[in-house]
């Protein structure tokens, strides 16, 4: 072989460890079995039509939630590495630099490609269903917003096997992260694979900003709106704010790499603090987009399994709205130890406490919610219950955190680990696993077991506070972040060893959730109401899965809990209900108020107006992985034809002509006859 | 009319409203542009205060004063503004119906946004050629990346009018081409605003410092 191509050989491809090389080996056999099984089912043009170029924004949040679990796995496999490295002082089981591109990979995988599409996967289940529209309000710029984040995800997790991971932590402080510290492809991955998803995400934000506002069923108020829809709004409205200051960030920090720019180098007046501000100017709104919506969903969850209407629902929206304007408020919490001064740092740590009071004023509503609910321990509740105490701790944890003085103590600390896991688990993977139970009959036509799932609660849930307490007590003992191996003197060994046995406790709980679904895609109850839990809002008056137009009829809202006042006049509250029509109509009231005259079905048919399927999402995206990949390595001769491509998209969707279509009538009533529905 | 019918009828022609607006479709893309439009804002914010942070770290190398051509970002400013106000008579000739005028104006637009990249173009170029590269300091890589932002999203402004004004030309003023014809004109106007802000932040107090 000659020189140049073995020297380029060994930088292309990550060498000599022989974790990799069974990664390596995996990625290709997996890569083979999906090809092997694509080509012998004759999948191909079915995954084209029915899942690569759709814009139906349930298949979309089916995608997505399908990559948040393989995200999370990849996430997942990442901690138990760390924590088997760790579980005793002296392990040779990773190397000090594969620890350091671990921990970065875990961090940026479970943040922005396991949480983000996991409440993607939830936004596009979930809201559209729940306002009575049919779709969301750019279905193509959703296809495009999945398709980038998906190939942002991909662009980072090759990194691992091809020229290396990004390791100077997920948050790439400068100047480690820079041209001088950082040299190799891996931080160029980190920065274009966030850069790429990222825009996605903006797309995200903005279509469901706008699909709430302006696509809601007649007599949807917003204060009539689910809870849900409320907190997703309130997500979009921070994405919307927060993340043109990743954008800059990321850009600026590429352009010292690839350009010799001087923004946050030592040198040449360049000043690394810009890019921390700037980063944690979205980073801390970042934790409210994720964590809202999961907020939403205990909302939801809450009132439907105690059979109550969420307890003061006007504050809910208050308080959600309040942490919306706060979470600008507390950044520089995050490096209070950088020397901002005593005046900068009691604003900020004023700020950060005070986010306290609303996020416990939706604690107390839940609790009330439950109040002489009459509550059934469902899966998506227990994981709700479950989130409870968790978020208690983690948020008092959070309060001593915030306090600027002693948080030089805790900086950087085990303690800090424990918090913003048992924040970030407890209340997002929580949150989300609580709505993926919850919406999955939606989703599937099918439930998830139930035994299956109280297994997998009860693992990882006391595997999240054996992993976790124990890290809260070693941080205060002084053990530091990030640190691959320590001393054995320093009594800090005992609460490792538990903490790891969490760690895999975790991991079997995980593994149980998995093959609760695996389960529950054969022997699971097949949904056949579209109502399975007995639910208060419009998605579940609708058949399980919901016909791709999502409503046969636009319904009409009179009320808040829409579906729940429809089914209570069913039963008898009113006098003259047609009991047959009663069932599809959603012409729904407040019962005892105003009765209608009837709950007739609102008219004909109208043919309904769609968006077409395109592939020109993915293509786009597949150009902008081609745009990152060329720079990432400094390939220009690939970064160029690969931006001519994104500029050949762009064009090509400016001069489409039919960019929609109308499904007749006859379609329909075949459609909702098939449900029994007509 | 009931609210549902009015609903359903919603995807029909409404012809009280302005054409652009006439379709719900017209209607959600510009609401959904102006919103992109904040997040643009916010970014281009992102670059002003990483310019203000920066803009006194000269690192012993050139200075505002010594780089700046009074002259050349007169001009550039009297073109920008003259081309937003070409911009939006197009809009207005579009709202009228009237497809030659509004051809024309957006093609007066055009050049004018063309001359102004040229001319941003030879100040960067007069720039580098007296060692005020990017690479030299803090405050030339935030100079630099602000204006060059700016330069680089009318540069796109460009073709996005151009092909919009090929679609108003082959298919004329419709339901369809009138919501890019008024989307393609705000962002026009959004660089104007940014502009008047990178003069004031960036030539104007640099002169003055």
């Known amino acids: ?678 | 009319m009931t609210v549902a019918e009015h609903h359903l009828h919603e995807w029909e022609e409404d012809h009280d409203l302005p054409l652009e607006y006439s379709t719900e479709e017209g209607g959600l893309k510009i609401f959904g542009f102006w919103v992109f439009l904040v997040t643009d804002m916010l970014l281009f914010a992102c670059v002003f205060s990483t310019y203000a942070v920066l803009f006194r770290h000269t690192n012993y190398g050139p200075t505002p004063v010594g780089i700046f051509d009074v002259k050349g970002f007169t001009a550039e400013t009297l073109i920008l503004l003259t081309s937003s106000f070409t911009s939006g008579l197009g809009t207005l000739f579009m709202r009228r119906g009237q497809k030659g005028a509004l051809i024309g104006w957006v093609l007066v637009t055009i050049v004018l946004g063309l001359s102004f990249i040229g001319l941003e173009l030879s100040e960067f170029i007069a720039d580098v050629q007296n060692g005020a590269t990017m690479q030299r300091s803090a405050f030339l890589s935030a100079f630099f990346t602000l204006v060059g932002m700016h330069g680089c999203h009318v540069t796109f402004g460009i073709f996005w009018m151009t092909s919009v004004l090929i679609q108003v030309a082959v298919r004329g003023i419709n339901t369809v081409t009138a919501p890019k014809v008024f989307i393609v004109g705000l962002y026009w106007h959004f660089l104007d605003v940014v502009w008047v802000f990178i003069f004031t932040v960036v030539y104007l107090i640099g002169e003055l410092t």
Request: hydrophobic content about 50%; some cysteine; charged content about 10%.
């Open chain 1, 1 to 678: 072989m000659p020189a140049s191509v073995t020297n380029f050989a060994t930088h292309f491809f990550v060498l000599g460890d022989p974790l990799i090389y069974g990664a390596d080996a995996s990625i290709v056999l997996v890569t083979l079995a999906i090809l092997f099984v694509l080509t012998y089912f004759k999948k191909w043009g079915w995954l084209w039509r029915e899942w690569l170029t759709t814009v139906d924004h349930k298949k979309i949040g089916i995608m997505y939630l399908i990559a948040a679990l393989l995200m999370f796995f990849r996430g997942g496999v990442d901690a138990i590495l760390m924590r088997t490295q760790l579980v005793w002082p002296g392990m040779h089981f990773l190397q000090s630099e594969h620890y350091n591109e671990i921990f970065t990979t875990h961090g940026t995988i479970m943040i922005l490609f396991m949480a983000m599409p996991f409440i993607f996967a939830m936004f596009n289940i979930a809201v559209p269903l729940q306002i009575g529209a049919r779709d969301v309000a750019f279905p193509y710029l959703n296809a495009i917003s999945f398709w980038m984040f998906f190939f942002g995800a991909m662009l980072l997790n090759l990194s691992f096997v091809i020229g290396g991971s990004p390791d100077a932590g997920w948050v790439s402080y400068p100047p480690l992260a820079g041209p001088e510290y950082s040299i190799g492809p891996g931080e160029n991955f980190y920065l274009l694979a966030l850069q790429i998803s990222g825009i996605g995400s903006m797309g995200t934000g903005i279509n469901f900003f706008v699909t709430i506002l302006k696509m809601r069923a007649p007599g949807m108020t917003l204060m009539r709106m689910p809870l849900f829809c409320w907190s997703v709004l309130a997500a979009s409205i921070l994405i919307i704010l927060a993340f043109p200051a990743l954008t800059a960030a990321l850009a600026l920090l590429l352009f010292d790499r690839l350009a010799g720019s001087h923004f946050f180098t030592m040198l040449a007046g360049g000043n690394p603090m810009m890019y921390i501000n700037l980063f944690w100017v979205w980073g801390h709104p970042e934790v409210y987009i994720v964590v809202l919506p999961a907020f939403g969903i205990f909302s939801e969850v809450v009132a439907t399994f105690s059979r109550k209407r969420t307890f003061g629902y006007a504050s809910m929206v208050a308080s959600l709205m309040t942490i919306v304007v706060l979470s600008y408020l507390v950044w520089a919490h995050h490096f209070f130890t950088m020397g901002a001064g005593p005046g900068v740092n009691s604003f900020f740590a004023l700020a950060s406490m005070i986010i306290g009071i609303p996020t416990g004023v939706k604690v107390f509503n839940w609790l009330f919610t439950m109040y002489r609910g009459r509550i059934r321990m469902t899966a998506p509740m227990l994981w709700t219950v479950g989130f409870i105490p968790n978020f208690v701790i983690g948020g008092a944890t959070g309060v001593m955190l915030a306090s600027a003085p002693t948080d030089y103590q805790y900086h950087n600390s085990y303690f800090l680990i424990a918090h913003f896991h048992q924040v970030l688990i407890g209340g997002v993977v929580y949150g989300m696993l609580a709505g993926m139970y919850y919406w999955w009959p939606k989703m599937f036509g099918h439930m998830l077991n139930e035994r299956w799932a109280r297994h997998a609660f009860w693992w990882f849930n006391i595997g999240f506070y054996v992993c976790f307490m124990p890290q809260y007590l070693v941080g205060l003992m002084g053990m530091t972040r990030r640190i691959y191996d320590y001393p054995g003197d320093m009594g800090w060994n005992t609460l490792n060893l538990v903490s790891t046995i969490g760690a895999y406790m975790m991991g079997i709980g995980f593994i149980l959730l998995v093959l609760d679904v695996v389960y529950s895609i054969f022997y699971g109850e097949r949904d056949k109401t579209g109502d399975p839990w007995d639910g208060r809002t419009l998605e579940w008056s609708l058949p399980s899965p919901a016909p791709h137009y999502n409503f046969a009829r636009i319904p009409i809202v009179t009320a808040r809990d829409a579906w729940w006042i429809m089914k209570e006049a069913r039963r008898g509250d009113l006098t003259d209900v047609s009991t047959t029509e009663g069932v599809e109509s959603v012409r729904v009231t407040q019962s005892k108020q105003t009765a209608p005259q009837s709950l007739k079905q609102s008219g004909p048919l109208q043919p309904i107006h769609m968006p077409k399927d395109s592939g020109r999402p993915f293509v786009l995206s597949v150009c902008f992985f081609i745009f990152g990949w060329g720079l990432v390595f400094q390939w220009y001769w690939m970064a160029i034809p690969g931006f001519l491509g994104i500029l050949a998209s762009l064009l090509a969707r400016s001069f489409e002509k039919e960019t929609s279509y109308h499904i007749p009538v006859e379609e329909i009533e075949k459609t909702e006859a098939a449900y029994g529905r007509l």
